[in-house]
């Protein structure tokens, strides 16, 4: 099965979706290596029509190349920079589903490589750890490790990590905690994204966990208080001008009815159509 209306050819499209089945460093709940296919399924509930963006999914040039499967960290690190790195020397715009946020390194590496970059990371959690179960490049480490290459890193929506990661993240990253967002709303807090961003290309991971366990139960470590899917969806609409890679890791669809995969499979299309636009000079204020 393919992402809904997602039948473009690989060398006509715009977009590539990569689904990375791998969640061998998660402790808590583990199975988002099925996530992928979970997401697709969903992806079939709606329409191929946007009304906002007034375009159908299936005219945006999506190519789904499907999964690849890894047994060990260390193979998906070195073996999916390589594969990121071929989608953006061909000019795609990769948008890779995982599996576990140690996905997002590799990916983030291989865009950093042709471009000046700025991650943009939607999380419940720091994900600052030296390691993480003996391993430096576990799930739980990914910002610590995007931060160590000297890549400039904002997260937004953080609201648990222990008291090193908080130290060494505010030293060397910018830090959106869900009080700020409760406090400030989501509308402000993005405006200074916009302008710290300046027109450098951006990186976003969506960590499925910093949307509030009410509306996406079914994730690896679900974390109370977090962001409302509508409120994600402002967030992609805002940024998606400047992204040139993609990803969503973290749901365990056995932990629920199927909910978090089909907010999911929302984000990514809401994703799509507001990139698209773009591309395509609708101007984005007019759908955020
Ligand atoms: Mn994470
Ligand atoms: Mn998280």
Same mark, same amino acid.
């Given at each position: 099965?393919?992402?809904?209306? !997602?039948? !473009?050819?690989?060398?006509?499209?715009?977009?590539?979706? +990569?689904?990375?089945?791998?969640?061998?460093?998660?402790?808590?709940?583990?199975?988002?290596?099925?996530?992928? /296919?979970?997401?697709?399924?969903?992806?079939? %509930?709606? @329409?191929?029509?946007?009304?906002?963006?007034?375009?159908?999914?299936?005219?945006?040039?999506?190519?789904?190349?499907?999964?690849?499967?890894?047994? %060990?960290? #260390?193979?998906?690190?070195?073996?999916?920079?390589?594969?990121?790195?071929?989608?953006?020397?061909? /000019?795609?715009?990769?948008?890779?589903?995982?599996?576990? +946020?140690s996905v997002?390194?590799?990916?983030?590496?291989?865009?950093?490589?042709?471009? /000046?970059?700025?991650? &943009?990371?939607?999380?419940?959690?720091?994900?600052f750890?030296?390691?993480?179960?003996? #391993?430096?490049?576990?799930?739980?480490?990914?910002?610590?490790n995007?931060?160590?290459?000297?890549?400039?890193?904002?997260?937004?929506?953080?609201?648990s990590?222990?008291?090193?990661?908080?130290? +060494?993240a505010?030293d060397?990253?910018v830090?959106?905690?869900m009080?700020?967002?409760?406090?400030?709303?989501?509308?402000?807090?993005?405006? @200074?994204?916009?302008?710290?961003?300046?027109?450098?290309? &951006?990186?976003?991971?969506?960590?499925?966990?910093?949307?509030?366990?009410?509306?996406?139960?079914?994730?690896? =470590?679900?974390?109370?208080?977090?962001?409302?899917?509508?409120?994600?969806?402002?967030?992609?609409?805002?940024?998606?001008? =400047?992204?040139?890679?993609?990803?969503?890791? @973290?749901?365990?669809?056995?932990?629920?009815?199927?909910?978090?995969?089909?907010?999911?499979?929302?984000?990514?299309?809401?994703?799509?159509?507001? +990139?698209?636009?773009?591309?395509?000079?609708?101007?984005?204020?007019?759908?955020?």
């Amino acid at each position: 099965m393919i992402f809904a209306d !997602s039948g !473009s050819d690989y060398a006509s499209s715009k977009y590539v979706i +990569h689904g990375v089945l791998f969640d061998g460093t998660s402790s808590f709940r583990t199975g988002s290596r099925w996530a992928p /296919e979970a997401i697709r399924k969903a992806s079939q %509930n709606y @329409e191929a029509y946007d009304f906002d963006c007034d375009r159908d999914l299936s005219e945006l040039l999506v190519h789904d190349m499907g999964d690849t499967e890894y047994g %060990n960290l #260390n193979e998906m690190v070195v073996d999916l920079e390589k594969t990121t790195s071929r989608l953006v020397e061909d /000019e795609k715009v990769p948008i890779t589903l995982g599996g576990e +946020h140690s996905v997002t390194f590799p990916c983030v590496k291989a865009l950093a490589r042709e471009m /000046e970059l700025v991650v &943009v990371i939607f999380d419940a959690h720091l994900d600052f750890r030296e390691d993480y179960l003996g #391993n430096e490049f576990g799930h739980a480490c990914v910002a610590r490790n995007i931060s160590d290459l000297g890549i400039p890193l904002i997260q937004v929506g953080i609201r648990s990590g222990a008291r090193d990661e908080y130290k +060494h993240a505010l030293d060397t990253s910018v830090i959106y905690t869900m009080q700020q967002i409760r406090r400030e709303g989501i509308k402000k807090i993005l405006k @200074e994204i916009g302008s710290s961003v300046r027109g450098r290309a &951006v990186y976003l991971s969506i960590d499925m966990d910093s949307i509030d366990p009410a509306f996406a139960p079914g994730v690896g =470590n679900p974390e109370p208080y977090g962001l409302t899917p509508l409120e994600l969806r402002t967030a992609i609409r805002r940024l998606a001008p =400047n992204v040139s890679g993609f990803d969503l890791v @973290e749901i365990t669809p056995d932990y629920d009815m199927g909910m978090s995969s089909m907010v999911g499979a929302k984000l990514v299309r809401d994703f799509l159509f507001a +990139h698209s636009s773009f591309v395509t000079k609708t101007t984005i204020k007019e759908i955020v």
